[in-house]
C-alpha cells in the first residue's frame, strides 16, 4: 500500500522560491570586484533570477545544456546559481586557477554555450577564448558603466545588467524530474586531465538538508554566513544553497580575501560563521593579532580542504572564542562527507583530548556511508587503529565523471576517494594519507600528515608537508618540508628534536628542508606531487 503523500520534484529553484516568500526581506551583501559594496534582500535575488532565466532562454539555452560561470562570490553569481540550474540548464563553475590549458579543456568538454565572467577574469577569457573550438557567448558580469571596451573575442560580448534589464521577472520555474543535472563541477586535477562531477537537483536538495543539520554545518535564520571557499569550486559547499533553505543573512567577499579585506567585511555585516580553507584563516589570524583585535560576532568557522593544524584551532578557540569545525568531503561528494562535531559524552573530556578529537575529519552527516577496507577489499573494523582505503556511498555521491567513457570508479557499489583513514568507535573518521602519499618505510606505514601536524604545532612553523623521499637503505624515509614565520631563525636540528616523544622514533623525519613558499593548487591544495618530484631523491643524493 503507498503512502497517501504529494509526489514534488526536490528541485534546486525551491530553495529560492522557500527564501523569497518566507524570508525576503533578509539581506545578501556582496563587495564586489568594483571595490563597493552591494546590498539587497532574498526577494531581489529572486526575481532578478527570474528575468535572468528569461534572459537566458532568449539567448536559446535549453534544458541541459551548459553554462559557465567565472566568478568571485556575489549577488550575481548567487542569481546565475538559481536561474540556469532552476531553468533546467547545467551551471557549469569554472575554477579560475586553473591553467588556461586545462580551462580550455574543461570548457570544450562541458561544450559550454555561455560563459558568465567578472571583470578580473578579463584576461583569462582572452587567453582562453583562442583555444576552445566553438565561439561563445561572453558576459562581462558588470554593468554599462564598467564594460570593458570590446576586447577582441572570437564570439559576442555582453553586458550582464543589459542582459536582465532586457528582460521582465515573469518567469514560471519548470517542474523538472528531479534526477535531471542541476550543476557541473570538475576536479581540480592534480593528475592526468580534471574530470566534471555532475549534481542533480535531488543530490543537491538532499546535500543541502544535511549540511545544515546542526551537527554538520549547524545553519539557522540567526546566522550571518561569509562563504570564503569559492562558489566556483563544489558549489561553496554547499552554503549559498543552504542560506536560502534556512533564510540566514549571506555576505559575499569578492575578490578580496587577505585577511585585511576579510575580518572588516566579518566586522562590519556581524558575520557568525564562515567557511574556508587553512591558508586563508592563516592570513585572517596574523592580521588580527598584528592588530590585537578581536571578533565581536564570529562564533564558529567551517574548515575543509586540507586538514587544519590543532594550532590553528588552538588560536581560534582559545585566543578569539571562535569554534573550529573540521570538515571534509569531495567534489565528488557535492562535496559534505563528514563533519567533526562532538558527542556529548566527548564535552567532559580534558581539552587536549578535545583537540585531539577536532584533529579528526569528523563523522559521516546522514545520508553519507562510509568503510575502510584492507588491500584484499575485506572492511576493516572501527577501532581508530586499523587504516584502510576510504570508500563512501549515499545520495550526493557520483556513480562516474560527466562524458567520460572510463569504467566507473565505483567498487561494489562503493566509491573510492583515494584517502587512507582511521574510523573509531564513536564513527569519527580520521584521514592518515592520500593513498599516492603513503610513506612505506622498512615496509612498515608512515602518515604524513601526522608528521605534518606535529611540525605545524611548533610556533615558528607556517607550513609544513611530509613527503616520501626514496632511501637507500629503508626504501623511503619521510622529508620534511617547512615554511618559516616571517623572520624566525629556526634550524632543522631544534625542529627534529620537537618531535621527540610526539611521535614513534622511527617515525621522525631524517631531515628538514626549509623552502620559501608552498606550491598550491587551483583550490588552495598543496601539490604535493610537484614537491614529490623536486625532492623524491633527497636522500639519495646526500
Known amino acids: 500500500m503507498h503512502g497517501l503523500m504529494m509526489q514534488q520534484p526536490l528541485l534546486v529553484a525551491s530553495l529560492l522560491t522557500h527564501a523569497e516568500r518566507h524570508h525576503g526581506e533578509q539581506e545578501i551583501v556582496s563587495r564586489r570586484v568594483e571595490g563597493d559594496i552591494h546590498r539587497y534582500r532574498y526577494r531581489d535575488l529572486a526575481q532578478r533570477a527570474r528575468r535572468l532565466a528569461n534572459a537566458l532562454a532568449g539567448l536559446g539555452i535549453g534544458e541541459g545544456e551548459r553554462v559557465g560561470t567565472l566568478a568571485w562570490n556575489g549577488y550575481r553569481h548567487m542569481e546565475l546559481y538559481f536561474a540556469v540550474s532552476g531553468s533546467g540548464a ?3 563553475t569554472l575554477n579560475p586557477r586553473l591553467h588556461v590549458d586545462q580551462l580550455a579543456y574543461i570548457i570544450d568538454h562541458a561544450d559550454d554555450r555561455v560563459i558568465f565572467f567578472d571583470l578580473t577574469f578579463l584576461p583569462l577569457i582572452e587567453s582562453v577564448a583562442p583555444r576552445i573550438r566553438s565561439p561563445k557567448v561572453f558576459v562581462a558580469m558588470t554593468d554599462r558603466a564598467n564594460m ?7 564570439g559576442m560580448l555582453m553586458c550582464y545588467e543589459d542582459l536582465i534589464d532586457g528582460h521582465g521577472d515573469d518567469f514560471t520555474w519548470p517542474l523538472l524530474d528531479e534526477n535531471t543535472a542541476s550543476s557541473l563541477c570538475y576536479t581540480s586535477g592534480t593528475t592526468g586531465n580534471p574530470k566534471g562531477v555532475l549534481y542533480s537537483h535531488r543530490s543537491t536538495i538532499l546535500h543541502t538538508y544535511a549540511a545544515a543539520l546542526p551537527d554538520s554545518l549547524n ?3 540567526r546566522d550571518v554566513i561569509l562563504p570564503v571557499v569559492p562558489m566556483f569550486h563544489v558549489n561553496a559547499w554547499g552554503l549559498p544553497y543552504i542560506a536560502c533553505m534556512v533564510g540566514a543573512k549571506l555576505v559575499f567577499p569578492g575578490p ?15 558575520v557568525t560563521l564562515s567557511a574556508g580553507v587553512p591558508t586563508v584563516w592563516q592570513g585572517l589570524l596574523r592580521h588580527v593579532a598584528e592588530r590585537g583585535s578581536t571578533f565581536t560576532a564570529m562564533r564558529r568557522t567551517i574548515v575543509g580542504g586540507a586538514p587544519c593544524p590543532t594550532a590553528m584551532t588552538t588560536e581560534f578557540q582559545e585566543r578569539y572564542h571562535v569554534d573550529v569545525l573540521h570538515a571534509w568531503g569531495m567534489t565528488e561528494l557535492s562535496p559534505v562527507g563528514t563533519v567533526c562535531s562532538f558527542k556529548g559524552h566527548h564535552l567532559s573530556l580534558p581539552t587536549q583530548q578535545r ?14 556511508d562510509m568503510r575502510i577496507v584492507g588491500p584484499d577489499g575485506e572492511a576493516l573494523p572501527w577501532d581508530g587503529r586499523a587504516a584502510g582505503d576510504l570508500q563512501v556511498r549515499g545520495p550526493w555521491v557520483t556513480t562516474g565523471y560527466f562524458g567520460c567513457d572510463e569504467a566507473s570508479p565505483l567498487s561494489d557499489g562503493w566509491f573510492p576517494t583515494g584517502d587512507v583513514a582511521k574510523i573509531d568507535a564513536d564513527g569519527f573518521m580520521q584521514i592518515t ?3 599516492k602519499d603513503v610513506i612505506k618505510s622498512g615496509g612498515e606505514w608512515i602518515s604524513s600528515i601526522d608528521i605534518e601536524n606535529v611540525a605545524s604545532l611548533h610556533p615558528e612553523v607556517a607550513s609544513a608537508v611530509c613527503i616520501a623521499a626514496r632511501h637507500p637503505k629503508w626504501d623511503e ?3 620534511l618540508l617547512i615554511v618559516k614565520q616571517p623572520g624566525s631563525a629556526l634550524e632543522s636540528a631544534e625542529l627534529l628534536d620537537f618531535f621527540d616523544g610526539r611521535v614513534a622514533k622511527w617515525w621522525k623525519p631524517d631531515a628538514v628542508v626549509f623552502i620559501e613558499a608552498l606550491p598550491l593548487g587551483a583550490t588552495g591544495k598543496v601539490l604535493k606531487n610537484q614537491l614529490r618530484d623536486r625532492f623524491k631523491d633527497y636522500y639519495l643524493m646526500a
Open 219 to 221: 545553519c539557522s535564520a
Open 148 to 154: 570593458p571596451a570590446t576586447p577582441d573575442l572570437p
Open 256 to 270: 578580496a580575501l587577505d585577511g585585511k579585506s576579510l575580518y572588516e567585511l566579518i566586522e562590519a555585516e556581524q
Open 477 to 479: 624515509r619521510p622529508l
Open 90 to 92: 547545467v551551471l557549469h
Open 433 to 435: 594519507d592520500r593513498s
Open 355 to 368: 583537540y585531539a578529537i577536532q584533529a579528526k575529519q569528523g563523522r559521516a552527516v546522514f545520508g553519507i
